[in-house]
């Protein structure tokens, strides 16, 4: 898969945004209707009009840490984060968890776990304190398409099999990434999803939903709120597993059709949050790509794709 393939046209990323920033660093209310309108969310359907504007979306300045800090840790919440590193991509491991030690839940009961058909090549970290590392044994497939979209299978049996007795919140997320700035309970809630950077500015039309009707990840061409990324999702874990345990089944019943959604896991995702929504959405500031530059709305970048040799990579 190209990078570029998945991209708003050249054109569009020079596209500077309306000016949405008012007091704080988050759009107000009254410019995300006029945002909505722009992508194409017309007034005659109301419904997703106010979806898209009452979505809670975090940015910086949108809340206060401590008292959010302090909540949590009343309440002793525990947060797990998944991660698979299957084949070559055991080779990203080393920084995401690094830098995860650095800015993911720092101060919280964080539990990570890896999943891997390689657990001797998983180094040892040194972790703060209260943060414990698992390391699962996997099968692998020998598609890229299947280990991507396994892991929503994986990730729903673990819900049942040992995340809910072990932890409260779950966060799924890509190997190939970095955190680089500060990711705290502020981005938990029952079920979060962040949207995909290269779709910030994009209109519905440019969405690359899955458009065929017989698939299970089909979403109407004049349907969706966001274009939502699959590489990080989140929520309390029976929320999870409801999420993964449904992209898993439509991922299934494609296959018996022969069929597989335009963007695998992704599609079903996107699929799953268009009747299910979301109840926080975090900024791009929470998954970003500097491929997509350093647009104005993006104050801090705090977790950043790692560059790849996509055919390198995913060659068995
Ligand atoms: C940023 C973003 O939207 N990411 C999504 C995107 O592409 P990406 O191009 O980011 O997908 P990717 O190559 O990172 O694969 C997804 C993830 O699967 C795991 N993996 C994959 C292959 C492999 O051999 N070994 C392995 O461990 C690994 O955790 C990786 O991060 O599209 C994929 C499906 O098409 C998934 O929905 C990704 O979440
Ligand atoms: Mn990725």
């Known amino acids: 898969m190209s990078l570029s393939k998945r991209c708003v046209p050249e054109s569009q990323q020079k596209v500077t945004q309306p000016n949405i920033t008012v007091g704080a660093n988050h759009p107000s209310y009254k410019n995300l209707i006029i945002i909505a309108l722009l992508n194409g969310h017309s007034v005659m359907n109301f419904r997703y009009l106010i979806v898209y504007v009452m979505t809670i979306r975090m940015w910086d300045g949108s809340f206060n840490i401590d008292i959010l800090n302090a909540q949590f840790h009343q309440r002793g919440v525990r947060i797990g984060l998944t991660v698979f590193a299957i084949k070559k991509y055991t080779v990203f491991l080393k920084i995401f968890i690094e830098t995860a030690e650095k800015y993911f839940m720092v101060g919280h009961k964080v539990c990570y776990y890896v999943f891997t058909d390689r657990p001797q090549d998983i180094p040892s970290f040194s972790l703060g304190e209260g943060r414990t590392l698992n390391v699962i044994e996997v099968t692998s497939y020998k598609r890229w398409q299947d280990v991507t979209m396994r892991r929503m299978q994986?990730?729903?049996?673990?819900?049942?099999?040992?995340?809910?007795?072990?932890?409260?919140?779950?966060?799924?997320?890509?190997?190939?990434?970095?955190?680089?700035?500060?990711?705290?309970?502020?981005?938990?809630?029952?079920?979060?999803?962040?949207?995909?950077?290269?779709?910030?500015?994009?209109?519905?039309?440019?969405?690359?939903?899955?458009?065929?009707?017989?698939?299970?990840?089909?979403?109407?061409?004049?349907?969706?709120?966001?274009?939502?990324?699959?590489?990080?999702?989140?929520?309390?874990?029976?929320?999870?597993?409801?999420?993964?345990?449904?992209?898993?089944?439509?991922?299934?019943?494609?296959?018996?059709?022969?069929?597989?959604?335009?963007?695998?896991?992704?599609?079903?995702?996107?699929?799953?949050?268009?009747?299910?929504?979301?109840?926080?959405?975090?900024?791009?500031?929470?998954?970003?790509?500097?491929?997509?530059?350093?647009?104005?709305?993006?104050?801090?970048?705090?977790?950043?794709?790692?560059?790849?040799d996509f055919e390198k990579i995913r060659s068995n």
């Open 154 to 308: 994986i990730i729903s049996e673990n819900c049942l099999k040992r995340f809910i007795y072990e932890v409260d919140y779950l966060v799924c997320s890509d190997v190939d990434m970095m955190f680089a700035g500060h990711h705290g309970v502020e981005m938990l809630s029952d079920v979060f999803a962040a949207i995909h950077p290269g779709f910030f500015q994009a209109s519905r039309k440019q969405f690359t939903h899955e458009r065929r009707p017989e698939s299970q990840g089909y979403i109407p061409e004049d349907e969706g709120d966001y274009y939502y990324t699959g590489c990080y999702f989140g929520g309390k874990v029976e929320e999870v597993y409801k999420v993964a345990n449904f992209c898993h089944h439509a991922m299934m019943a494609d296959k018996a059709k022969n069929m597989e959604a335009l963007w695998h896991d992704e599609s079903y995702l996107n699929r799953y949050f268009l009747y299910y929504k979301p109840t926080k959405l975090l900024s791009p500031e929470y998954v970003w790509n500097n491929y997509y530059g350093s647009p104005v709305y993006v104050k801090i970048k705090r977790f950043l794709h790692v560059d790849k």
